[in-house]
């Protein structure tokens, strides 16, 4: 998973992205820098299993996170020229950090200002490339591309109406068709708000006060003090976890960011497990058993026979395949079983 980290200048963007991967890159709006890393996801459900089959290897999935430099926060005064705009439309998903922490504070303008930056950058995009299909479709008499040029006008006329063009629920086709433009406001959005630790104890009354950005698939919320987080970030686990209990925070914001990208995503976790290696693996929500063989490998999903499937929590509770069996926790199923968040899963495959 990709996730792209955005706001505008002084909203602390870097700060946040320093809180997630550990790193400590330099803060201040007077740096243009794009940062990147990638982390592993933390997974208490791996790290357990792990416990009880001591393998010689444990892999985490991972994410990668990328601090773009792009936006100016000026909204429609911008000038449309904004830079690293490519490497943003990689991404799966966007982390929108706005200032709820200095006194000077336009959080709700902020957030505005955000998405007419974006709205703008597809807007061109669209209309270079409406004249080029339109030209290309009269000179050439072809019409197979006339659909995605419909495609565009449809986005082009939402856009235009200042709205996201993932609110307009576009048909499967209509999203294959304009796939490779990789449009910015097609991103779901996780607004993170940045408050000061002296509103810590005020989280739970300033995460309701946002709750009506929330729209299913489309944007999630977040509300943490990023400076805090940074500073949890470079301490080792013991003072970590000390840290968090003085503060009375329940884990660090990155396994809340993470897990709230999952769920923006539609995206959940399987396990497998043996001696040489236990290994989480990240798969969209309803996916099958067959889909599951073949993030694995694609040997398993082409030779599939069947899945031996237990639940995180039967595996903990018997420990071993043996005592899952005998207590008959162990199911068998079959290419169109639908994976659960959790399952620990043995395939089994002739090629």
């Given at each position: 998973?990709k996730?792209?980290?955005?706001?505008?200048?002084?909203?602390?963007?870097?700060?946040?992205?320093?809180?997630?991967?550990?790193?400590?890159?330099?803060?201040?709006?007077f740096?243009?820098?794009?940062?990147?890393?990638?982390?592993?996801?933390?997974?208490?459900?791996?790290?357990n299993?792990?416990?009880l089959?001591?393998?010689?290897?444990?892999?985490?999935?991972?994410?990668?996170?990328l601090d773009?430099?792009?936006?100016?926060?000026?909204?429609?005064?911008?000038?449309g020229?904004?830079?690293?705009?490519?490497?943003?439309?990689l991404?799966?998903?966007v982390?929108?950090?706005?200032?709820?922490f200095?006194?000077?504070a336009?959080?709700?303008?902020?957030?505005?200002n955000?998405?007419?930056e974006?709205?703008?950058?597809?807007l061109?995009?669209?209309e270079d490339?409406?004249?080029?299909?339109?030209?290309?479709?009269?000179?050439t008499?072809?019409?197979d591309?006339?659909?995605?040029?419909?495609t565009?006008?449809?986005?082009?006329?939402i856009?235009?109406?200042?709205?996201?063009?993932?609110?307009?629920g576009?048909?499967?086709?209509?999203?294959?068709?304009?796939?490779?433009?990789a449009?910015?406001?097609?991103l779901?959005?996780?607004?993170?708000?940045?408050?000061?630790?002296?509103?810590?104890?005020?989280?739970?009354?300033?995460?309701?006060?946002?709750e009506?950005?929330?729209r299913?698939?489309?944007?999630?919320i977040?509300?943490?003090?990023?400076?805090?987080?940074?500073?949890l970030a470079?301490?080792?686990d013991?003072d970590?976890?000390?840290?968090?209990?003085?503060?009375?925070i329940?884990?660090p914001?990155?396994?809340k960011?993470?897990?709230?990208?999952?769920?923006?995503?539609?995206?959940?976790?399987?396990?497998?497990?043996?001696?040489?290696?236990?290994?989480?693996w990240?798969?969209?929500e309803?996916a099958?058993?067959v889909?599951a063989a073949?993030?694995v490998?694609?040997?398993?999903?082409?030779g599939f026979i069947?899945?031996?499937v237990?639940s995180?929590?039967?595996?903990?509770?018997?420990?071993?395949p043996?005592?899952?069996?005998a207590?008959?926790?162990?199911?068998?199923?079959?290419?169109?079983?639908?994976?659960?968040?959790g399952?620990?899963?043995?395939?089994l495959?002739?090629?």
């Amino acid at each position: 998973m990709k996730l792209g980290i955005i706001g505008p200048p002084q909203s602390g963007k870097t700060t946040i992205f320093n809180a997630v991967s550990g790193l400590q890159e330099t803060v201040g709006d007077f740096s243009r820098t794009v940062h990147r890393a990638v982390i592993k996801v933390p997974d208490e459900r791996l790290d357990n299993l792990a416990e009880l089959i001591k393998p010689r290897k444990v892999t985490h999935t991972s994410i990668e996170f990328l601090d773009a430099a792009c936006f100016t926060g000026r909204g429609k005064k911008s000038t449309g020229e904004l830079e690293g705009i490519h490497d943003l439309r990689l991404m799966d998903a966007v982390a929108v950090v706005v200032d709820d922490f200095s006194p000077e504070a336009r959080t709700e303008q902020d957030i505005g200002n955000i998405i007419d930056e974006m709205i703008l950058a597809d807007l061109i995009m669209i209309e270079d490339n409406v004249g080029k299909l339109e030209r290309s479709i009269k000179l050439t008499g072809k019409k197979d591309r006339a659909f995605e040029l419909e495609t565009l006008k449809k986005c082009r006329d939402i856009l235009n109406d200042n709205k996201l063009i993932s609110e307009i629920g576009l048909a499967d086709d209509e999203l294959k068709s304009i796939r490779g433009y990789a449009f910015l406001t097609l991103l779901p959005q996780l607004l993170v708000f940045n408050i000061s630790e002296d509103k810590l104890d005020r989280h739970a009354d300033i995460y309701a006060g946002y709750e009506k950005y929330r729209r299913e698939g489309i944007t999630d919320i977040s509300v943490i003090c990023g400076k805090i987080e940074m500073e949890l970030a470079a301490l080792d686990d013991d003072d970590q976890k000390e840290f968090l209990a003085e503060l009375n925070i329940e884990k660090p914001f990155v396994e809340k960011l993470i897990q709230r990208s999952y769920r923006l995503l539609g995206l959940i976790s399987f396990f497998t497990l043996s001696e040489p290696e236990c290994r989480a693996w990240t798969i969209p929500e309803g996916a099958t058993a067959v889909t599951a063989a073949g993030a694995v490998h694609s040997d398993f999903a082409r030779g599939f026979i069947r899945a031996e499937v237990a639940s995180y929590e039967d595996y903990m509770e018997y420990k071993t395949p043996a005592a899952l069996k005998a207590a008959a926790r162990l199911n068998v199923e079959g290419k169109d079983y639908v994976v659960r968040d959790g399952d620990v899963i043995q395939f089994l495959f002739n090629v």
